[in-house]
């Protein structure tokens, strides 16, 4: 199995300081309930924190064909479709490019869909470009014959319980769900249990406004400044399993 993509693949938000990286996430635990039903299982994930479908495209694709996999599972576009300005459609012309280039390498692929990030109020203009993208991805899944693990239809995430304090990435609980999620859309028999939250605490209007200010300055107002000034937090950084183990 090789995952690639970006934060989303990598695991961020999801902190384990014994996993390469010192994050965990969904790929990590499908392989971990695939390596105790496979015979020789192998697992490489070379996803990088940030990447832009291009980026991914050129830094990941040869790397993980390379490696002669049976399974690759791939989330891409995502970056680019929340960036202001971009257009859902030459995005999924590139996701088609490289979904295309994957699929002559024999293995299964799965590809994932977009949040619905309806839920979400600073994410909640993009709604409409996910979906876009969305059905776009899913006629290039039908073209080549690669499975749809889908996120838009994972309502149990659409919960700020299921998110890290930064919002824009998935916490533990969410993890565990689109792992699920995953070995659901696979077909593979597993004893994970939904996570249940704990309870929203109570908080007045004056708490919350607060908690966001923090939230905008800690999180939101360094990652718009990245994109202004084209950076991106996975510059120089590498895979986190750039080989099988």
């Known amino acids: 199995m090789v995952s690639i993509g970006d934060s989303f693949t990598e695991g961020i938000g999801d902190p384990e300081p014994s996993s390469p990286g010192g994050n965990r996430g969904w790929a990590d635990r499908v392989a971990e309930v695939l390596s105790g039903q496979v ?48 257009d859902p459609d030459e995005i999924a012309e590139l996701f088609d490019d490289v979904i295309r280039c994957l699929s002559a390498s024999g293995a299964a692929i799965v590809v994932f869909t977009g949040f619905d990030v309806g839920w979400n109020p600073v994410f909640r203009p993009f709604r409409g470009k996910v979906a876009i993208y969305n059905e776009s991805m899913r006629a290039t899944a039908e073209r080549y014959d690669a499975i749809v693990a889908d996120l838009w239809a994972l309502k149990e995430i659409q919960d700020a319980r299921f998110w890290s304090e930064d919002r824009l990435h998935l916490n533990p609980l969410g993890h565990h769900e689109v792992a699920r999620m995953v070995l659901r859309t696979l077909n593979v028999d597993n004893a994970l249990q939904p996570m249940v939250p704990d309870p929203v605490p109570e908080r007045n209007w004056r708490d919350a406004r607060k908690d966001d200010l923090v939230w905008a300055r800690t999180h939101l107002v360094p990652w718009v400044l990245r994109r202004l000034r084209h950076q991106s937090s996975g510059d120089g950084r590498s895979a986190k399993r750039p080989d099988f183990s």
């Not at 940030?50 to 576009?77: E, H, V």
């Open 39 to 86: 015979d020789d299982f192998a697992y490489a994930n070379l996803a990088v924190r940030g990447k832009l479908i291009r980026q991914i495209s050129d830094d990941q694709i040869d790397a993980a064909l390379a490696l002669q996999p049976d399974l690759i599972t791939i989330c891409a576009g995502g970056n680019d479709v929340i960036r202001p300005g971009t």
